[in-house]
């Protein structure tokens, strides 16, 4: 047997009244009262172990209550099946009691001494149980009938109270049903159902955004079968359920309708240069238009011009668009599955994404947004989850290290001043691989405060944190500091560099102290540049031969007497893809003519790769060799721009 009731809570004796026809498809809401004898006494609470409501009354002294917001309904019902007395009862009492939908006894409701928590429901066209009749026959149930005026009476046998207790249903003759949600705008989302009934009084919109729990937005009137919900926010996920009303009555909810508010983005008109957007989405697809605007389907702009796309699931997507005149949106009719982001400016005539961060799709994990793109906000903006951020050029994003999302892995970020990362280094997301700022990165806090797993950090202009080179990641790869400024100091030997470190980079007024002997640097140091700090204590020393045999790319410059790379032993093998040699110490601690010489000999032995090639080595002494002579001549035959004093 079906069960199609649901009320939430009072229960009514009722009288029956001939037999008549029930009409087929109509919804009963039924609106309880109890009796009282004289003097006011209320119904007994249960009695006995079979925890039984007992109701009793005295013929002729029921008193009528007004409505309460409990209601009974029933849907489709033939017959709704009350348990009375199993003995004759000749004036006093009647028991009802009730299954509810998992056929559980329902139990006393200590608050409510009258409630009835559920009644057995027989739908149209359906038949009792073997075990449902034996219960129905055994405790001498009886049926509620229903005439043709839709008015529906009871009757409780043997007991003689039942004579006056009378009243008429609240009848409804259909339910909403089948109902959709579509977005129409980022603010509006269009609902619509099928409406069956012509006795309500109107409909409650409810709305919720998980699922599970709903609140009335709206209440509409009769005869209706549209809503528009305009009070939705860009990018939430909303979940609707409809149903109709009748007094305090109400139907069945409709089916559970979800959708998404779609994302506007909003781009600045520059001119009638192209630009092109990447998305990645995932589950199902996802459409966009665009306003003021045209999509094409190449970098040219001559392929296949509209105002609305698909973007498939599948890998990243890429789209090429239009502004030209005024400034013009793409709706981004996401379904909460676009988790990838790219937009490039490609020109200076290109259309500008100009808006706040917060108001992108809060599922994208990757951003790279480049060129000069204008997006607002705070690193808390991005979206928990975000795992990779990209920012160059014009986007204006300021917070502290302990608002970003603590998903971050890698970090590139290009601003205007108005832009900034500040804050202790401690607050940086533990996970974070790369950091790598154009400008106003400002850190404070030691090395020692760093993710430990960090590989790349490089900062142009700012502040870094301060401390020993041995709290600097084991892991890290790469190193650049340009520019930097601070009250602390970073100081440490070539030995105590990480072993994985593949770049180091100290250019400019940094507070880099580095020393010891090129000798120890890691092994796997292929590209190494470093402005010398005028202080005797830090000297850098060694034999140039020695410096690690994959290097690439070299370039020191003396600011004082700390940098003591003056020997060279002939006979080195030079990387094959070699393109930066800039050896510039203070000439009294560079090399002598004859270790130029032989420096220029090993080079020319040596492919050399880039387009940009340079040799610039300082010495002493520096007379030249018919030998080096030749080296000289062939490494400018290999392209190598070359210069030594």
């Given at each position: 047997m079906q069960r199609g009731l649901r009320h939430s809570g009072i229960g009514f004796p009722l009288a029956i009244k001939g037999g008549v026809a029930k009409p087929n498809g109509a919804h009963f809401l039924f609106w309880g009262k109890y009796s009282e004898i004289s003097g006011g006494q209320m119904p007994n609470k249960i009695t006995g172990a079979t925890d039984y409501l007992t109701i009793a009354g005295v013929a002729g002294s029921e008193t009528y209550q007004a409505p309460h917001n409990a209601t009974y309904e029933a849907a489709d019902t033939d017959y709704i099946w009350f348990k009375t007395d199993s003995t004759q009862r000749t004036t006093t009492t009647a028991e009802l009691i009730g299954y509810d939908l998992?056929?559980?006894?329902?139990?006393?409701?200590?608050?409510?001494?009258?409630?009835?928590?559920?009644?057995?429901?027989?739908?149209?066209?359906?038949?009792?149980?073997?075990?449902?009749?034996?219960?129905?026959?055994?405790?001498?149930?009886?049926?509620?009938?229903?005439?043709?005026?839709?008015?529906?009476?009871?009757?409780?046998?043997?007991?003689?109270?039942?004579?006056?207790?009378?009243?008429?249903?609240?009848?409804?003759?259909?339910?909403?049903?089948?109902?959709?949600?579509?977005?129409?705008?980022?603010?509006?989302?269009?609902?619509?159902?099928?409406?069956?009934?012509?006795?309500?009084?109107?409909?409650?919109?409810?709305?919720?955004?998980?699922?599970?729990?709903?609140?009335?937005?709206?209440?509409?009137?009769?005869?209706?079968?549209?809503?528009?919900?305009?009070?939705?926010?860009?990018?939430?996920?909303?979940?609707?359920?409809?149903?109709?009303?009748?007094?305090?009555?109400?139907?069945?909810?409709?089916?559970?309708?979800?959708?998404?508010?779609?994302?506007?983005l909003t781009f600045l008109t520059m001119g009638s240069g192209v630009a092109d957007l990447k998305f990645t989405v995932i589950t199902t697809n996802v459409t966009m238009t665009i306003t003021n605007g045209t999509f094409y389907d190449n970098l040219a702009a001559t392929l296949n011009a509209g105002t609305t796309r698909t973007i498939t699931t599948g890998g990243i997507r890429t789209f090429?668009?239009?502004?030209?005149?005024?400034?013009?949106?793409?709706?981004?009719?996401?379904?909460?599955?676009?988790?990838?982001?790219?937009?490039?400016?490609?020109?200076?005539?290109?259309?500008?994404?100009?808006?706040?961060?917060?108001?992108?799709?809060?599922?994208?994990?990757?951003?790279?947004?480049?060129?000069?793109?204008?997006?607002?906000?705070?690193?808390?903006?991005?979206?928990?989850?975000?795992?990779?951020?990209?920012?160059?050029?014009?986007?204006?994003?300021?917070?502290?290290?302990?608002?970003?999302?603590?998903?971050?892995?890698?970090?590139?970020?290009?601003?205007?001043?108005?832009?900034?990362?500040?804050?202790?280094?401690?607050?940086?997301?533990?996970?974070?691989?790369?950091?790598?700022?154009?400008?106003?990165?400002?850190?404070t806090g030691t090395w020692a405060d760093m993710p430990t797993g960090l590989l790349l950090y490089s900062t142009q202009s700012g502040s870094a944190p301060s401390g020993n080179i041995s709290d600097w990641p084991r892991t890290l790869t790469y190193m650049y500091l340009w520019n930097i400024t601070g009250v602390g100091t970073i100081s440490g030997t070539c030995a105590q560099l990480p072993r994985t470190l593949t770049s180091l980079t100290s250019s400019g007024h940094t507070l880099l102290r580095l020393y010891g002997d090129v000798a120890d640097l890691p092994t796997g140091l292929t590209t190494f540049s470093y402005h010398g700090y005028n202080a005797a204590t830090y000297i850098l020393s060694g034999n140039l031969a020695s410096i690690p045999s994959g290097i690439t790319y070299w370039k020191l410059i003396q600011f004082g007497a700390q940098i003591r790379i003056n020997d060279y032993t002939s006979g080195r093998s030079w990387s094959n893809s070699v393109n930066y040699i800039y050896h510039q110490p203070s000439s009294s601690y560079g090399l002598d003519s004859t270790e130029v010489d032989n420096l220029l000999i090993d080079l020319a032995n040596a492919t050399w790769a880039g387009s940009t090639k340079t040799l610039n080595v300082a010495g002493y002494n520096a007379a030249r060799t018919e030998a080096s002579d030749a080296a000289r001549t062939t490494l400018v035959g290999k392209g190598v721009t070359v210069t030594t004093s």
């Amino acid at each position: 047997m079906q069960r199609g009731l649901r009320h939430s809570g009072i229960g009514f004796p009722l009288a029956i009244k001939g037999g008549v026809a029930k009409p087929n498809g109509a919804h009963f809401l039924f609106w309880g009262k109890y009796s009282e004898i004289s003097g006011g006494q209320m119904p007994n609470k249960i009695t006995g172990a079979t925890d039984y409501l007992t109701i009793a009354g005295v013929a002729g002294s029921e008193t009528y209550q007004a409505p309460h917001n409990a209601t009974y309904e029933a849907a489709d019902t033939d017959y709704i099946w009350f348990k009375t007395d199993s003995t004759q009862r000749t004036t006093t009492t009647a028991e009802l009691i009730g299954y509810d939908l998992q056929r559980t006894l329902v139990k006393y409701d200590d608050n409510s001494p009258y409630q009835i928590r559920e009644i057995i429901i027989l739908k149209a066209g359906e038949t009792l149980t073997a075990s449902e009749r034996n219960i129905i026959f055994q405790y001498m149930w009886l049926p509620i009938l229903w005439d043709n005026n839709l008015n529906a009476y009871g009757h409780i046998k043997g007991n003689r109270i039942g004579q006056n207790l009378w009243y008429p249903a609240i009848v409804l003759d259909g339910e909403p049903s089948t109902l959709t949600a579509v977005a129409e705008t980022e603010a509006k989302i269009n609902l619509a159902w099928i409406n069956t009934s012509t006795t309500e009084d109107g409909f409650k919109i409810e709305r919720g955004t998980d699922g599970i729990n709903f609140s009335v937005i709206d209440t509409i009137g009769a005869g209706l079968a549209v809503y528009a919900d305009t009070t939705v926010t860009t990018n939430l996920h909303y979940y609707y359920r409809v149903r109709a009303y009748k007094g305090t009555g109400y139907t069945e909810y409709t089916n559970i309708a979800n959708e998404w508010a779609p994302c506007k983005l909003t781009f600045l008109t520059m001119g009638s240069g192209v630009a092109d957007l990447k998305f990645t989405v995932i589950t199902t697809n996802v459409t966009m238009t665009i306003t003021n605007g045209t999509f094409y389907d190449n970098l040219a702009a001559t392929l296949n011009a509209g105002t609305t796309r698909t973007i498939t699931t599948g890998g990243i997507r890429t789209f090429y668009f239009k502004v030209p005149t005024v400034d013009g949106y793409i709706l981004l009719f996401h379904k909460g599955n676009v988790t990838q982001m790219n937009h490039a400016y490609n020109t200076t005539t290109s259309p500008k994404l100009s808006m706040a961060l917060s108001l992108l799709p809060r599922q994208i994990t990757t951003w790279n947004i480049n060129g000069l793109n204008n997006l607002t906000g705070t690193w808390a903006d991005f979206p928990a989850g975000t795992t990779i951020i990209s920012l160059s050029q014009a986007n204006v994003i300021t917070g502290a290290p302990s608002d970003i999302p603590s998903t971050v892995t890698d970090i590139y970020f290009q601003s205007t001043s108005s832009g900034y990362l500040s804050g202790a280094c401690s607050g940086l997301p533990r996970g974070l691989l790369s950091i790598n700022f154009v400008n106003y990165l400002l850190l404070t806090g030691t090395w020692a405060d760093m993710p430990t797993g960090l590989l790349l950090y490089s900062t142009q202009s700012g502040s870094a944190p301060s401390g020993n080179i041995s709290d600097w990641p084991r892991t890290l790869t790469y190193m650049y500091l340009w520019n930097i400024t601070g009250v602390g100091t970073i100081s440490g030997t070539c030995a105590q560099l990480p072993r994985t470190l593949t770049s180091l980079t100290s250019s400019g007024h940094t507070l880099l102290r580095l020393y010891g002997d090129v000798a120890d640097l890691p092994t796997g140091l292929t590209t190494f540049s470093y402005h010398g700090y005028n202080a005797a204590t830090y000297i850098l020393s060694g034999n140039l031969a020695s410096i690690p045999s994959g290097i690439t790319y070299w370039k020191l410059i003396q600011f004082g007497a700390q940098i003591r790379i003056n020997d060279y032993t002939s006979g080195r093998s030079w990387s094959n893809s070699v393109n930066y040699i800039y050896h510039q110490p203070s000439s009294s601690y560079g090399l002598d003519s004859t270790e130029v010489d032989n420096l220029l000999i090993d080079l020319a032995n040596a492919t050399w790769a880039g387009s940009t090639k340079t040799l610039n080595v300082a010495g002493y002494n520096a007379a030249r060799t018919e030998a080096s002579d030749a080296a000289r001549t062939t490494l400018v035959g290999k392209g190598v721009t070359v210069t030594t004093s």
